[in-house]
């Protein structure tokens, strides 16, 4: 678990939430918004961990405290976390979190509820949580978390201090997975590029299956160009597993083909995101027409857009894959 001084790419929101918990100003309700994985969560946590801490070193956790334990075995009585059951978070859950909300905290110190997925509240539930909003207990705050805060209540909205979280920069990234993870220049060049902003989506990167799934992805989309239509239906359904999984792939599909279109445009002197396939990448290039990668690279995006908004992970790759099969030039 990280600590707010800890947190990369994020420094203005981090210092704003120490000098509030330094300077005793904190708010009633914050609301983190922006992409998925850039790091709203941990940086939440860590905001939980000074929130709850007995003795805050200038604004942040000490790590020491029986407090700091507590959080970061999510073990403390005063912190509530609320996460969607099934596909909504429903007045249930909020009610059997907000029960004890005027009463005084079992330790002494704040009441800390942490809502995630906030836009995924049904009408009722956000109802009722804009009654405790709107006359907060003392000591109480709700830190809530969205990436689509326009599903969330207007009035739910205006009752928050909101911090909009932006992907890390690319170059930020590179220069953090080198100097303070180890990476070589060209790993943490295609880390960095696959996250797409996101250093705790780069570090899960270099565990796990990440590699093969790589190859495996990247032998499809060489054979998806000369596909038909049937192949790459099956392609779809045999890599749309799961949301998550059909997230990374369709990270590297993006990158494969960003590196196309820039071999395209700007020739051999390009940088690329795949150094280590350079080759293969400057055979394919030549196939492809500059606008059809466009396309193609839109419809990524617009693909991506439709499954984080949770539409059907399947039906979305397919169609996806039906764009991307026989793609290249015909002769
Ligand atoms: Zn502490």
Redo the contacts with the bound molecule.
């Keep these: 678990m990280r600590f707010l001084r800890e947190i990369i790419g994020h420094e203005q929101i981090v210092t704003a939430l120490t000098n509030a918990v330094a300077g005793e100003r904190v708010a009633h309700a914050y609301l983190f918004t922006g992409p998925e994985g850039v790091g709203k969560e941990t940086t939440a946590l860590a905001f939980v ?1 000074a929130l709850m ?4 070193v200038r604004g942040d ?5 029986r ?2 334990r507590q959080v970061e075995s999510r073990n403390h009585p005063d912190l509530n976390l609320l996460q969607p059951s099934g596909a909504s978070i429903k007045i249930d859950q909020i009610r059997s979190v907000l029960r004890l909300v005027s009463y005084k905290s079992y330790q002494g110190g704040r009441k800390v509820y942490l809502i995630r997925q906030a836009e995924s509240m049904t009408a009722e539930a956000a109802n009722c949580l804009l009654m405790t909003l709107e006359e907060p207990p003392e000591d109480t705050v709700f830190i809530l978390l969205s990436s689509r805060p326009r599903a969330l209540l207007p009035t739910v909205l205006s009752r928050c201090q909101q911090y909009y979280f932006k992907k890390i920069p690319v170059a930020g990234l590179i220069d953090n997975l080198v100097s303070r993870h180890g990476f070589t220049d060209k790993d943490a060049r295609l880390y960095a590029a696959l996250s797409d902003g996101s250093l705790g989506r780069a570090l899960a990167y270099t565990a796990g299956t990440f590699q093969e799934d790589r190859k495996l992805v990247l032998e499809l989309a060489e054979a998806l160009s000369k596909a038909g239509l049937v192949e790459a239906m099956e392609t779809a359904e045999k890599i749309s597993v799961s949301k998550e999984r059909a997230l990374v792939v369709l990270e590297i599909l993006a990158c494969w083909y960003r590196d196309l279109l820039v071999l395209r445009e700007a020739g051999t002197g390009a940088v690329l995101f795949n150094r280590d396939r350079a080759e293969v990448l400057a055979g394919s290039a030549e196939r492809f027409e500059t606008g059809r990668l466009v396309a193609i690279i839109e419809g990524i995006e617009a693909t991506r857009s439709k499954i984080e908004a949770n539409a059907n992970t399947r039906l979305a790759m397919e169609a996806l894959f039906l764009q991307l099969a026989g793609s290249e030039f015909k002769e």
């Design positions: 961990r801490c007995s003795r805050p956790a000490c790590g020491k405290c407090e700091c």
